[in-house]
């Protein structure tokens, strides 16, 4: 898993991995102004600041590439359970050695309502298609399918808030078709709104048998004093006051 975190975050360099990063660092950026709480994690990528946004008091990026400030294996994370309000995972489960072990340990680590943002490579889009003809970084990520995650999350009982889809542009690494096709962002949206190159989770831990329960405030009698009760207690205060 390094050395392909390795490549893909030299890959993040060239003309078409800046246009994912950028792309990806905005959707962080506005995804996590908004989640409070104490402890953040980025798990892999540190060329790629997730937590930027953020304003939790304890950041982190961990992980085994270069670069990060905690250095551990995704499938075996140095906390304790219930010990993380946010957790992000940039592209981590297209080159994890085994996507469903990170799952289970994000799930573990994650505190109740705890929220884990995800992104990845689609595989029924142009950029999928990439994959059938390069066996390099980033085409030979797992390139897990949406459905399939979804299930895995399901079991897991981490619950999808919402999802996005970025990167509509072919794959291409020539600057000037980039910019060329810069009109395919929100066509694409519209056209073929499961179609963008990568897409982007937002999930939260639920937790079974656990409910917030609130006064029934409905149910809450408030006395009502009638304006005779009340002229009905001054005047025998004032009688006491009288016969002091």
Not at 60 to 74: D, E, F, S
Not at 92 to 111: I, K, N
Request: charged fraction near 25%.
């Amino acid at each position: 898993m390094t050395a392909a975190v390795e490549h893909f975050a030299a890959w993040l360099a060239t003309p078409l991995g800046q246009y994912l990063r950028d792309s990806e660092a905005a959707w962080f950026d506005r995804t996590t102004v908004d989640i409070f709480g104490y402890k953040a994690m980025q798990l892999e990528l540190p060329q790629l600041d997730c937590l930027r946004a953020n304003r939790m008091p304890w950041r982190c990026i961990a992980g085994r590439a270069a670069g990060t400030q905690l250095k551990c294996v995704a499938e075996a994370l140095p906390f304790a359970e219930q010990s993380l309000d946010l957790l992000v995972l940039p592209h981590t489960l297209d080159f994890a050695s085994d996507p469903h072990a990170v799952l289970r340990e994000a799930e573990r680590v994650m505190m109740p309502e705890g929220r884990v943002l995800i992104t990845g490579f689609n595989p029924w889009s142009l950029w999928g298609l990439r994959r059938l003809k390069a066996n390099d970084v980033p085409w030979q990520g797992h390139f897990l399918a949406l459905h399939r995650l979804k299930d895995w999350l399901a079991l897991l009982d981490l619950q999808l808030v919402r999802g996005e889809f970025l990167c509509y542009r072919p794959p291409m690494q020539r600057k000037g078709w980039l910019d060329k096709s810069r009109f395919l962002e929100q066509a694409g949206d519209k056209l073929w709104p499961g179609g963008g190159g990568v897409y982007c989770l937002d999930v939260v831990k639920r937790v079974r048998g656990m409910n917030v329960i609130e006064p029934d405030w409905s149910q809450v009698v408030v006395p009502k004093r009638s304006a005779a009760a009340v002229v009905e207690k001054m005047r025998l205060q004032s009688e006491k006051d009288r016969c002091k």
